[in-house]
């Protein structure tokens, strides 16, 4: 089995936007609570990256990605569905060009206490050549879960990604979390990678 890339990025930058603007009806006019709804995103990067291993080694990549979500349906008083439209492009110094398009269904449901869960099915097709691993569309069919459990001040998470053409979880990560009053840290643990990650975040800012 081929070693797992690793990726470096050198003078690197991201800029994302997001509507803030939440709908608070369904497509029917009915209530809807705001925190089911999926908002629109923009992405855009551009920096220098290498991979290890890599045959190309450092290579220049401006990307844009965005997600637009279509309005959502109430299936319940706490929960929804809503189909999500994604693009993805990334230009290489190589000369190369490649985009991924993408269309999906997205169900979500929540807890009186806080806690959510989410399933996403995406169906994804691809154009041009990436010298990138990490940009490499690994397969077409996907289902995503995610789930986040509350209980007083700790937080439990689990994100899977499963590859339907292969009949594989691909790719998972398990957080944990505490909360202060002023302050939640949170620490994650990628189970494809091997990586883990620590966050802080300011509570009221």
Not at 9 to 32: E, H, V
Not at 146 to 161: A, K, L
């Amino acid at each position: 089995m081929a070693a797992r890339r690793r990726a470096q990025r050198s003078q690197s930058s991201r800029l994302a936007a997001a509507l803030n603007s939440t709908p608070t009806t369904d497509i029917s006019g009915a209530p809807i609570d705001p925190r089911l709804i999926i908002l629109p995103e923009i992405v855009a990067s551009w920096g220098r990256y290498a991979e290890i291993p890599s045959p190309v080694g450092t290579v220049g990549r401006t990307g844009m990605s965005a997600s637009l979500p279509v309005h959502a349906f109430k299936a319940s008083a706490d929960s929804a569905l809503q189909p999500v439209l994604s693009y993805s492009w990334a230009n290489y110094t190589t000369g190369s060009t490649y985009q991924i398009f993408g269309v999906g269904l997205d169900y979500s449901k929540l807890f009186a206490d806080g806690s959510f869960l989410t399933l996403r099915l995406n169906q994804r097709s691809y154009t041009g050549f990436t010298p990138f691993e990490f940009d490499d569309l690994d397969f077409p069919t996907e289902l995503q879960v995610g789930t986040q459990i509350r209980r007083g001040r700790h937080t439990y998470g689990f994100v899977g990604s499963y590859n339907a053409n292969k009949a594989i979880l691909e790719d998972w990560e398990i957080l944990y979390g505490y909360r202060l009053d002023c302050l939640a840290g949170v620490v994650s643990w990628n189970g494809r990678y091997k990586q883990i990650h620590f966050g802080v975040d300011l509570l009221g800012l």
